[in-house]
């Protein structure tokens, strides 16, 4: 990045009468990290002197030295051969400066009927719709990966939890499809987040528009949006689409700060419920027995971040008067780290979710230690005929019994059983197994193999529809 020292430069140089003071110039740029919209600031600039060319403002052949200036420029920054300068605040003006030292004069031409205001309002938001696409295919990649573990496991019991305590048996398949449904949600905030966003603020100029016959139709079609916006101060001002995406974002590291801390438990000796390969996990430099799940943790940690980033963002915005105002170049920082948060988590997840091995054999264990299917035997008693509540009474004192005996339910003698119900009898052992417990709660939505199998189907059929 060169300093060049610069008054001559700057573009907006001419009512000034001494140059910015030194520091002032640094702590007003965003070249620094705006520089990484070079791309999109070139396809919005492009589909400007497009339209210039089209309404008569600029001539075909101003347009053509434009464009293939334009992307010379591209050219130059792909291959790391473009020199940035702090001087010129930031990648607009970098940009334009650099085109007119390449094409001369017609450079110049290209900020007719527009600001900076109107093109940074646009070069985000094609930024941050290409970002959104991007993210939607990591996160689909993750939720096939989901809908293949949860058919591969849709008959591997495992006890399910409330208050992280046992609670009743349920398949290893339908708590992968839990996470599933967190996701597809997050996709479909993602997906409103773009379709509010897609339209285009170009033409609103510096805040009110532009006095030029501009056709801002013309640039939203050539740019991809679905047309352009309705209020040329609004245009330049809003930032709503950044606080979706980092509200959206924060849910997407809800969720998968939820899936991490169960990994987290799941993968520790006392849970024992899953293997973790040893390439998403570290080792300790001091505990030669260690296996640490650093991934998921990892994943869990950097929620914060993208949540803090959200506040910033709302914050950013808080009380600003309309228009445009300096703070908004703020935006960008926290916008830019929760994409690449985001990014990393959720590419982390897409690619360890397929090798998760759930430990059959601990998992049914530790749903039999826990009593799981208590619940089961009150069921079993009231299609008995006694009253739930009674039901629960006599459960509770087999289950306590069964604890004094170090013996699970189904592990009871009958007569032990129909020490607290005669209307106990010998079937009830069917009810009593954790397979006979899953397979009763085959109602949409129940943890049934088979009605895991449906929504496996079910999500499947929706997603291949998209
Ligand atoms: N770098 C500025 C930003 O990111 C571009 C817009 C500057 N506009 C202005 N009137 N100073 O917001």
Known sequence: M??????????????????????????????????????????????????????????????????????AIREDIVQGRFEWSVSLEDVHMNIESALTQRIGVTGKKLHTGRSRNDQVATDIRLYVRDEIDSLLETLLRLQLALLDLAEREADTIMPGFTHLQTAQPITFGHHMMAWFEMLERDAGRLRDCRARM?????????????????????????????????NSLDSVSDRDFAIELAAAGSLIMTHLSRFSEELV??????????????????????MPQKKNPDVPELVRGKTGRVNGHLIALLTLMKSQPLAYNKDNQEDKEPLFDLIDTLRDCLKAYADMMPAIQPKKEQMARAALKGYATATDLADYLVRKGIPFRDAHEVVGKSVAYGISQQKDLSELRLDELRQFSQQIDEDVFTVLTLEGSVQARRHIGGTAPEQVRAAVAHYRALLASR
């Open 2 to 71: 060169s300093d060049k020292s610069s008054d001559a430069i700057k573009p907006w140089g001419g009512r000034f009468s001494e140059p910015t003071d030194a520091f002032v110039e640094r702590f007003t740029a965003s070249v620094d990290f705006d520089k990484r919209l070079y791309h999109h600031d070139i396809n919005g600039s492009i589909a400007h002197a497009t339209m210039l060319g089209e309404v008569g403002i600029l001539s075909e052949q101003e347009v053509q030295d434009i464009i293939n200036g334009l992307e």
């Open 198 to 230: 897609n339209f285009s603020p170009l033409g609103a100029a510096a805040l009110a528009g532009t006095s030029y016959p501009i056709q801002r139709e013309t640039t939203a079609r050539l740019l991809g949006f679905s047309g352009p916006t309705r």
């Open 265 to 286: 438990l799941w993968t520790s000796s006392q849970f024992d419920f899953i293997d973790l390969p040893d390439r998403f996990c570290t080792g300790s430099s001091i």
